[in-house]
């Protein structure tokens, strides 16, 4: 693969990834020590990032250069495809015209590796040995071996461990392409032993596991950290794929959507697909409705406050301006485990409060029922993640027929479910109940927050 020689013109993959925070009429709030509560320059990421990324979280430039290199990586299976979802129609019996972009045939087979490979490249090119990372349901865990693997640099993953569970295979990808995996909480941390102290049957989740990786990368001279979601430069990289679907739209001669939809979970996904639609917004005078489409069981942008608060549980990130649950808020253990997380980054949680975007949740059971008609109708099993996606574009079609309107519904299939199916054995033994979060317990959780508040 180092020797790759492609014609990226002719395969069309970008050549630069686009920064929304530059059209953002409210550009996001400053990350805050915990301890001054001061905002924090970019020397306060740098035991965790190269200094290549950080310049990235922090730039308000529009456009940021991939690469070669990285678009040449890119170039194993970018651009990725554009369905029309005619069997979905028909089954729906709906006016609407749906569409999908598959982000599935990447080598780990989901939109992880989008990311996954700038961040080790740029790793490698600071010289950095080794790479701590976490991961919920495995498929970031799996992007960032690959590309650490690609690069030569060494990986340990700090794996939820309801995931690490149920989903082996994936683990079983991650150890294929060398990296070291552990189910978090682990006894090889100070956080993850406190955690295993307090609740020795914990399920884990997404802020345990970001506690772990970032503690071991913080204690090490030739480690760092990598994050999958949540961070202003991982979402920067996931907008390949709007990028793509525009020009793809474009192309075939349609109509560009009246409603982008993508799952949430800290916001990668979501952003990837619906920020250079939201540019147009931004730009043009469009008006694209973009959702984000998140578990009920998990609800940060329908039910959390907007505040500050840490990205992981233990508190060992900075203050960040965000949606959120609680940092202490432990997810009920669904299937779909990359949205497992108690909040919601920073570009897309002003987003929301500026209402330049929107949010649904969905009922455990009602993603599978989705995820199931989807599979039945178009022959693609999803992840369970995904599902929460095609649960939302239903129900706008539906809509649809309802209003009797046609509207171009657009959203992303971001990933296959083939190693989710004791996800769906759960399903159809009947297994899978509903859960949606009482007020209750939302407000004991976000009780326990000590953060700043945000003035409205």
Request: glycine share 8%; net charge negative; hydrophobic share 35%.
């Amino acid at each position: 693969m180092k020797n790759r020689k492609i014609n990226l013109e002719e395969r069309e993959i970008p050549e630069s990834w686009y920064n929304i925070v530059a059209d953002m009429p409210n550009k996001p709030l400053p990350p805050l020590n915990p301890g001054t509560l001061e905002p924090l320059g970019p020397e306060a990421l740098a035991p965790l990032f190269p200094e290549a990324l950080i310049k990235q979280e922090m730039t308000t430039d529009k456009w940021v250069t991939i690469p070669d290199e990285v678009r040449n990586m890119y170039s194993i299976w970018r651009p990725t495809p554009m369905y029309r979802a005619y069997g979905l129609e028909k089954a729906l019996d709906t006016p609407a015209k749906i569409y999908y972009k598959y982000e599935g045939v990447s080598p780990s087979g989901s939109h992880k590796p989008n990311t996954a490979i700038p961040q080790a490249y740029y790793n490698k090119q600071e010289g950095v040995k080794r790479i701590t990372t976490e991961t919920g349901a495995g498929q970031w865990g799996s992007a960032l071996s690959f590309a650490c693997q690609h690069f030569g640099i060494e990986c340990d993953v700090y794996m939820v461990r309801l995931s690490y569970n149920d989903k082996p295979y994936r683990k079983m990808m991650m150890n294929t392409w060398g990296a070291n995996v552990y189910p978090s909480p682990s006894d090889r941390t100070a956080a993850g032993r406190k955690i295993l102290a307090e609740y020795p049957d914990s399920p884990g989740s997404l802020g345990i596991a970001i506690s772990e990786a970032v503690e071991m990368a913080a204690t090490r001279e030739d480690t760092k950290y990598a994050l999958g979601s949540v961070l202003n430069h991982v979402k920067l990289h996931q907008t390949i794929i709007g990028l793509e679907a525009i020009k793809q739209m474009e192309k075939a001669g349609s109509d560009l959507p009246d409603i982008v939809i993508a799952p949430f979970g800290g916001g990668s996904n979501f952003a990837g697909l619906s920020f250079p639609f939201l540019r147009l917004n931004l730009e043009g005078g469009k008006k694209i409705r973009c959702i984000a489409s998140e578990p009920a069981s998990c609800p940060k942008l329908t039910r959390g406050v907007f505040r500050y608060d840490f990205g992981d549980t233990a508190g060992m990130t900075p203050l960040l301006p965000m949606y959120t649950l609680g940092h202490d808020f432990i997810p009920a253990p669904i299937h779909a485990g990359g949205l497992r997380y108690h909040g919601a980054g920073v570009i897309v949680s002003q987003l929301l409060k500026d209402n330049l975007i929107e949010a649904q949740s969905h009922d455990n059971l009602e993603i599978f029922e989705a995820g199931v008609l989807f599979a039945r109708a178009e022959g693609i099993i999803p992840a369970p993640e995904a599902n929460h996606g095609i649960a939302t574009a239903i129900k706008e079609a539906k809509i649809c027929k309802e209003e009797g309107v046609s509207k171009t519904i657009l959203f992303n299939l971001c990933g296959h479910g083939n190693f989710d199916m004791k996800a769906y054995d759960d399903y159809f033994s009947g297994k899978i109940k509903s859960h949606e979060l009482s007020q209750e317990e939302i407000d004991k959780s976000i009780a326990k927050l000590n953060t700043p508040t945000i003035p409205a």
